[in-house]
Every structure is written in C-alpha cells, then in structure tokens.
C-alpha cells in the first residue's frame, strides 16, 4: 500500500474509512459468513483457461463478438473463443502490463508498465506501441479508429488505432486524494464517456477530444480530504438512451447519454462500478450490499446485505439471475426480482475484482490468480 502525489490506494482508504476488508485480530469488522443454499441452481462450468497473476493490477476480458481477449500481469495477451474456450493465439508483449484489455475486433490494446501502450491486431502481430504521460490502470478502449488512453494524471489521450500516432491529448485536474483504481471509459459513436475522480463523468468528441458535456455523479462532502474522495468507480454504462454511472462516497445516478440532462440520482458507496439491464440498476456498495434501482425513476426495488465485506464485484445481469464475484473467488447468484440467494459457483479461490463478462449463454469471470471461468445455467 502506498499513498503517492495525490493517490492512495482503494484498499487503505476503505481501511482508513473504517471498512476493513478482509478479517483479522485487529478489527470487530468480519466478511460475512456464506451460508449454504438449499435448491436453486448450481452453475456448471463451461471451460477454464489459465494466465499468470494480475498483481496489484486489474484485468477485464474483452469480448468482440465471438472471441475473448485476456491478459496477464506478466505480460501475455491472448485471444480465446468465447464460446469454448479454446486459444486462437497467445502472444508474450515483453513487457509487464498494468491494464487491459480494449479492441474493437481489429485492434486490440493494452497499457503497459510505466506508461507503455502496446496495440496488436487481430492475429496476435504487434502494430505499434506509444508512451502515455504516466502509468495506465484503466482499460484502453478501442473504437472510430481511435485508441483512447486514460493515466493516472488524469490526462485522457487518443492515438490513431493503425499508426499510433497521437491525435488528440485532454489534461484535468485531479483532487487532491483518489481512489488507486480504474475508472473506465466507453466508447459510444461519436463519443467516449470518461469516468474521473471528484465524481464527474466527462463526455469527449472521440475525433477531436472537445468536450461535449460534463455532469456530476457525486459531489465530493465532509470535512477532511479524505471524506472528500468521491471518484467515480467503475466503467460508465450506457443502455438505450441512457448512461449510467455510480461514485464513492457519493451517488448512482443516470443520465441522457446524448445531452447530459439528469435522469435521477440516489445516495450509494461504490468502488465497483454498474451494470444495467431493461428494468434496473444494479450496484455492488463498498459495504458489500447488491441493490438494484428501477432504471426508469431510481426507486429501490430491492437489497441483499448477506455478503457483507465479501469484497464484491461489479454485478452483471444474467438472464433471472443477478451475478457477482466476491474476494475468495466465488461467484453469487441473486434473484433479478428480489435479490434472493438462487446459486453460487467456486471458481479458483482468489479475489474476483474484474468486470465480469457474458458471452451468450456463459459467464466469464477472471480472477486475480489468472483464471477465467465460464459458467452457465441450464
């Protein structure tokens, strides 16, 4: 753990808050036991596949159409079909990597150490590799032949996907605290959604890097820097016409994804991000409660709270089912409807911190470890 310039790391700022994540003899505060589930549905596992460890550094498969793109801290990239599992090819990028993965089918990114970006085609042939202005944490995005880079400086740069060569470059001012996270970007016709720190979701032109809007998830409160920290957490998600995202310490809230205008917003706490589906909302807290909020208002529809300090993931939406990962590596299924325990699966044991993905009919999880699973409900 390290507090450096104006980062401090995710994990001792939830300590220092007072939401110690893991057990130990120096705090009342204990993940919650898992209880055993009587019925319900016991996923069945579709295909692992093995990477090396992401270390302090997280790892989001990328799916473009049928295939899977995954990476390593230790420096390999691979492209595998979603379906099945099976290695299309495997490549080792010589270096360590901090991010990814970002393609849109054609180009396929990852950031490496000290601020390296390395693009690779579909085949596995490196196109190029850039310097970003300091180390990259989020995931690249790839699209509208750009890709597009966001440091831990807060700069948000584009290079041309074919050349490398930089087109565009947008420096913002960064709070005095931060989440040591990822905050994420999406890429959605002719802009790029940007999460940033101080709860502000920042909307580019992707061809020029001017600014089309900019709205407030949370607003940073109290009276300490440290009460302050309120950056957005998480990939933003669009859906429809909608864009969504939720802040620590500060709100869920939803927006028109082509103005700006405010949908509705609702207190919540999350170092995870959102996913959303046709009827919800749904937010993994940094106290390890799921709850979903009706797309349409932003009205409760319902809480689970027996994972408590389990270290949850972003939740991703899954037929009737809602699914999450937790720190032991274990993946929980939840009732769309009302948030009931319906099955649980074991994966290898070590925290799941990526986004999970859906793939038709499998969901895939990484883990810190370098596992990706794919599981299914018949």
């Given at each position: 753990?390290?507090?450096?310039?104006?980062?401090?790391?995710?994990?001792?700022l939830a300590t220092l808050a007072g939401c110690s994540l893991f057990s130990s003899k120096d705090t009342k505060i204990q993940p919650a036991a898992l209880v055993e589930l009587?019925?319900?549905?016991?996923?069945?596992?579709?295909?692992?596949?093995?990477?090396?460890?992401?270390?302090n550094a997280v790892f989001t498969p990328a799916l473009v159409g049928d295939s899977l793109y995954v990476a390593d801290g230790d420096g390999v990239l691979a492209r595998l079909?979603?379906?099945?599992?099976?290695?299309?090819?495997?490549?080792?990028?010589?270096?360590?990597?901090?991010?990814?993965?970002?393609?849109?089918?054609?180009?396929?990114?990852?950031?490496?150490?000290?601020?390296?970006?390395?693009?690779?085609?579909?085949?596995?042939?490196?196109?190029?590799?850039?310097?970003?202005?300091?180390?990259?944490?989020?995931?690249?995005?790839?699209?509208?032949?750009?890709?597009?880079?966001?440091?831990?400086?807060?700069?948000?740069?584009?290079?041309?996907?074919?050349s490398g060569t930089k087109r565009w470059s947008v420096a913002r001012t960064t709070p005095a605290l931060t989440l040591r996270n990822a905050p994420g970007m999406v890429i959605?016709?002719?802009?790029?959604?940007?999460?940033?720190?101080?709860?502000?979701?920042?909307?580019?032109?992707?061809?020029?890097?001017?600014?089309?809007?900019?709205?407030?998830?949370?607003?940073?409160?109290?009276?300490?820097?440290?009460?302050?920290?309120?950056?957005?957490?998480?990939?933003?998600?669009?859906?429809?016409?909608?864009?969504?995202?939720?802040?620590?310490?500060?709100?869920?809230?939803?927006?028109?994804?082509?103005?700006?205008?405010?949908?509705?917003?609702?207190?919540?706490?999350?170092?995870?991000?959102?996913?959303?589906?046709?009827?919800?909302?749904?937010?993994?807290?940094?106290?390890?409660?799921?709850?979903?909020?009706?797309?349409?208002?932003?009205?409760?529809?319902?809480?689970?709270?027996?994972?408590?300090?389990?270290?949850?993931?972003?939740?991703?939406?899954?037929?009737?089912?809602?699914?999450?990962?937790?720190?032991?590596?274990?993946?929980?299924?939840?009732?769309?409807?009302?948030?009931?325990?319906?099955?649980?699966?074991?994966?290898?044991?070590?925290?799941?911190?990526?986004?999970?993905?859906?793939?038709?009919?499998?969901?895939?999880?990484?883990?810190?470890?370098?596992?990706?699973?794919?599981?299914?409900?018949?």
């Amino acid at each position: 753990m390290r507090i450096t310039e104006k980062v401090i790391t995710a994990s001792l700022l939830a300590t220092l808050a007072g939401c110690s994540l893991f057990s130990s003899k120096d705090t009342k505060i204990q993940p919650a036991a898992l209880v055993e589930l009587k019925g319900g549905v016991t996923p069945r596992t579709v295909w692992k596949y093995s990477l090396g460890k992401a270390g302090n550094a997280v790892f989001t498969p990328a799916l473009v159409g049928d295939s899977l793109y995954v990476a390593d801290g230790d420096g390999v990239l691979a492209r595998l079909n979603a379906a099945s599992g099976k290695e299309q090819w495997r490549v080792k990028t010589g270096t360590d990597l901090t991010a990814g993965v970002g393609s849109d089918g054609e180009v396929v990114a990852v950031g490496g150490v000290k601020g390296a970006i390395l693009a690779y085609d579909a085949s596995g042939k490196q196109l190029w590799k850039a310097q970003a202005s300091s180390e990259v944490l989020s995931s690249p995005v790839v699209g509208g032949g750009m890709v597009v880079v966001r440091s831990v400086d807060n700069q948000i740069t584009a290079f041309d996907a074919k050349s490398g060569t930089k087109r565009w470059s947008v420096a913002r001012t960064t709070p005095a605290l931060t989440l040591r996270n990822a905050p994420g970007m999406v890429i959605n016709g002719a802009n790029v959604y940007v999460a940033q720190p101080g709860g502000k979701l920042l909307v580019l032109v992707l061809a020029t890097g001017l600014q089309r809007f900019e709205v407030v998830v949370g607003e940073p409160r109290g009276a300490t820097e440290l009460e302050r920290v309120t950056d957005i957490a998480g990939t933003p998600v669009i859906f429809e016409k909608d864009v969504c995202a939720v802040s620590y310490q500060g709100r869920v809230a939803c927006f028109d994804a082509l103005t700006g205008a405010p949908h509705w917003s609702k207190p919540a706490s999350s170092d995870v991000g959102v996913t959303v589906d046709q009827r919800f909302v749904f937010v993994s807290d940094d106290k390890g409660e799921v709850a979903a909020y009706s797309r349409e208002n932003g009205s409760n529809a319902w809480k689970n709270d027996k994972l408590s300090y389990r270290r949850l993931s972003t939740p991703v939406s899954y037929g009737r089912a809602v699914a999450v990962g937790d720190f032991q590596g274990y993946v929980h299924l939840l009732s769309r409807e009302d948030g009931a325990f319906i099955g649980r699966a074991a994966t290898d044991g070590s925290p799941i911190q990526a986004d999970p993905v859906i793939a038709g009919a499998n969901l895939i999880f990484q883990t810190q470890s370098g596992t990706v699973t794919a599981l299914a409900v018949e």
